[in-house]
């Protein structure tokens, strides 16, 4: 944990930015997935490089040790490193206490993308989820000398997490969105920013899946099926149109 509180105290005196995402995905066949993604742009990777400090050592140690969690680390183009984590579950009724477990061992003073979520699937392949997402900041910057705590008080420390932090749930569901609050349509998901220091309500109901949703690789297959099924008979009435001609010569 100590690693982690420098991490965040050089990212906040640095002025580098953070961003977290926690998603959350229901399929139309009821599977799921659950994850956390963070992009840690290139000024905060200097930083703790010059502190000789791995942000995602504790977090790499934690995937290990649990063989149910993948995760990546990609450098983007400019430099930036993109770290994402995710499980796949068979049963999507299990995420909220997936995420409730990724911060269980933590006290509560530990900063942390805390996630309180109910998951409900209706009988007609409706979804609801409703729940509550707030970002912890930390309220020390884990140093000390001679017993006294060292950088800025937690007050401080809240203000400027919310300067350098950005976090978010986004929520994927199989149908269409009928009714969302506390959120926004972000293409084909539901972004739901979360505010440091403070808790946000949402809750997002979507429709039925359409019934092309549970076919494997969903609508581009089932087009891709369509297109040959097309082919194959325009061929067949090409060959039958010239055997026809042929007859009548």
């Known amino acids: ?13 640095a002025g580098c930015r953070l961003d977290v995402i926690a998603p959350f995905e229901v399929r139309a066949d009821g599977t799921g997935r ?62 909220p206490a997936i995420y409730e477990r990724l911060v269980a061992g933590l006290a509560d003073d530990d900063p942390a993308l805390v996630l309180d979520l109910d998951l409900a699937l209706d009988d007609d392949g409706g979804t609801t989820l409703v729940g509550t ?29 919310a300067e350098s932090v950005t976090a978010a749930v986004e929520v994927s569901l199989p149908g269409d969105i009928i009714e969302l609050e506390g959120g926004e349509v972000d293409g084909e998901v539901v972004r739901i920013p979360v505010p440091v220091g403070e808790t946000t309500s949402f809750r997002v ?6 019934w092309w949703a549970t076919v494997p690789g969903g609508l581009p297959v089932l087009l891709a099926g369509f297109g040959g099924i097309a082919l194959l008979i325009g061929g067949l009435l090409v060959w039958q149109g010239r055997r026809a001609r042929h007859d009548q010569g």
Do not use: I, K, N, Y
Not at 59 to 85: C, P, S
Not at 133 to 161: F, I, K, N, Y
Not at 205 to 210: K, L, Q
């Open 1 to 13: 944990m100590r690693a982690l509180l420098l991490a965040v105290l050089a990212l906040l005196l």
């Open 205 to 210: 109901v979507a429709a039925g899946a359409p």
């Open 34 to 95: 659950a994850g956390l993604t963070m992009r840690f742009d290139p000024e905060l990777l200097a930083e703790l490089d010059r502190l000789g400090v791995d942000p995602t050592a504790e977090l790499g140690a934690a995937v290990t040790a649990d063989q149910t969690w993948e995760w990546t680390r990609t450098r983007e183009d400019g430099g930036a490193l993109l770290v994402e984590v995710h499980r796949e579950v068979e049963d999507a009724t299990d995420l």
């Open 133 to 161: 997402a707030s970002l912890r900041p930390p309220v020390t910057s884990g140093l000390s000398l001679d017993g006294e705590l060292l950088g800025p008080d937690a007050e401080e420390l809240a203000a400027l997490v």
